[in-house]
């Protein structure tokens, strides 16, 4: 038979958390078509991957790529990464269903200017992402904060019934139009009001489609046991899985306090489907929070609209420059971005190690000094957790990148190498895997991601993307509760 690709002699994690296992992978129409000894055959183009890892594509289920899939559609930062979907919408910030009055509200603005929001519908961004032909497939959650700015004139209070009733009828709207589900992000101002009662009414809208919850939850600080009891009760009203956000111990008086989150965790696993997702480092980004400045660790400046020359620069050494406390400086410096440093090692480790932890980069595209995440998450995984730490083993890291992910999300056909699924495929030399982005120099290509396929064509070779775009828009596909078995 004539195939498309030949990939040889590839050590395979197929993404099912099962050791490596050498195969040659035949990939022909965008699926793959055959996998074990396809000796004789002939295909357009062959490789020989001896020495090398064949993994499935990376799905990065923490981004804020909403519009950069749109309008910078080769998203070099993740294709480079081995990443090859991303789903978009997250912490109740997403591009669509918007109608904005003015400028876009804190964190919404994330995602860019006024000019970036031009998708009134669910349906009208599902059509522009599929117009624009990303390198990379594109999966969205509805966001909360984006539904609240459509019909609330005061994002500081709660919503009325008839403001509930509309979010209601466009999230279900996004639903049908194939949104995998709803996201909110209680931390912030623009939705730390809405009542506990507001999201479980909205919520009710997923249980008809078996969509999921995802949420940055209400505080990541000290309260953050009642934050994710809060997320767990949301996620039973609704019938709904729910998938915890970045779950992290944020602040320093919280450090150490891993194993009681992840205890809460696996008790609610018990009795309902419950996962969360994590970044591999203890340093977090996000807009400029006046609540979270405090000399009790680093804070880094990525953006700031007054002041841009600060980009890159510590809030400290610019208070000192200024002659200012750090809370005014803060204030001066905003609308802005920060890096905190605000999280302890000890504690990432045992997140990113747990069964039910998935990785997420978190990385926000719009920032002109960005978190190395953005680069960086994935090949840290793969090279200094599991390969320098031997913090879980290298099938393990990929499953948590791949299988395990595809499922949670309903991800249909793919997150596996397995024959008959899309061929979202990342070649990567094990031995030198790993990220290049660092807090100081954070917008670099991680090296040893050799090749990467997705729907079957090749786009990243040897280092470099080739200018393909094979992306499409995957829509929810069926019931997303189906996913979440132990595992």
């Known amino acids: 038979m004539q195939y498309h690709t030949l990939i040889r002699n590839a050590s395979i994690i197929d993404g099912s958390n099962r050791p490596a296992y050498l195969a040659d992978v035949a990939i022909v129409d965008g699926r793959i078509a055959r996998i074990g000894d ?68 804190d964190p919404m603005n994330l995602l860019g200017t006024a000019a970036a929001f031009v998708y009134p519908r669910f349906s009208d961004y599902r059509a522009a992402v599929q117009a624009a032909q990303p390198c ?42 194939g949104a995998l589900g709803l996201s909110t992000g209680l931390a912030y101002a623009s939705a730390f009001n809405a009542s506990t009662d507001e999201v479980q009414q909205l919520a009710e809208e997923l249980a008809a ?29 609704a019938s709904s899985p729910v998938i915890i956000s970045h779950l992290k111990c944020a ?21 309902q489907a419950v996962a969360c997702d994590c970044y591999p480092y203890a340093a977090s980004s996000s807009t400029l929070d006046l609540k979270q400045v405090t000399d009790a660790h680093r804070i880094t400046i990525t953006w700031s609209t007054p002041h841009p020359e600060v980009s890159g620069r510590d809030l400290l ?26 999280m302890d090692e000890a504690d990432v480790r045992r997140i990113l190690a747990h069964p039910l932890s998935m990785i997420g980069s978190d990385g926000l595209p ?41 499922a949670r999300f309903g991800l249909q056909q ?41 729907n079957g064509v090749r786009s990243y070779v040897d280092g470099q993307a080739n200018g393909a775009r094979a992306g499409r828009f995957l829509p929810r596909e069926g019931d997303l509760r189906v996913g979440f078995s132990r595992p």
């Open 38 to 105: 396809v000796q004789g055959a002939r295909a357009e183009e062959e490789i020989d991957a001896a020495g090398r890892v064949l993994a499935p594509g990376f799905i990065d289920v923490h981004t804020h790529d909403d519009t950069v899939v749109i309008r910078q559609p080769q998203l070099l930062p993740k294709l480079s990464q081995g990443v090859t979907t991303v789903i978009v919408g997250n912490c109740g910030i997403s591009a669509s269903p918007v109608s904005l009055r003015g400028a876009p509200p």
């Open 136 to 177: 990379l497939n594109v999966a969205a959650l509805v966001g909360h904060t984006a539904l609240r700015s459509n019909h609330l004139d005061d994002l500081s209070r709660t919503a009325t019934p008839d403001e509930i009733s509309a979010m209601r009828g466009q999230l279900r709207e996004s639903l049908e139009a």
């Open 209 to 237: 489609f078996g969509a999921v919850y995802t949420t940055h939850l209400r505080s990541e600080f000290e309260p953050v046991l009642e934050a994710m009891d809060e997320a767990f009760r949301i996620a039973r009203h």
């Open 251 to 271: 602040g320093a008086g919280n450090w150490g306090r891993s194993p009681q989150l992840l205890a809460s965790l696996e008790q609610a696993a018990h009795t």
């Open 317 to 342: 050494d610019i208070a000192a420059q200024w002659d200012v406390p750090l809370l005014d400086a803060a204030r001066r410096l905003q609308p802005a971005g920060a890096v905190y440093y605000g």
């Open 366 to 406: 719009e920032d002109p000094f960005p978190h190395p995440r953005l680069w960086g998450a994935f090949p840290r995984v793969l090279g200094h957790f599991s390969r320098d730490l031997g913090l879980f083993p290298l099938h393990t890291a990929v499953h948590k990148m791949t299988g395990l992910s595809a």
């Open 414 to 454: 793919r997150g596996e190498i397995r024959e008959g699924f899309w061929a979202d495929l990342v070649l990567f030399d094990p031995l030198r895997v790993r990220d290049v982005a660092d807090f100081t120099d954070p917008q670099r290509s991680a090296e040893g991601i050799d090749g990467v396929w997705v």
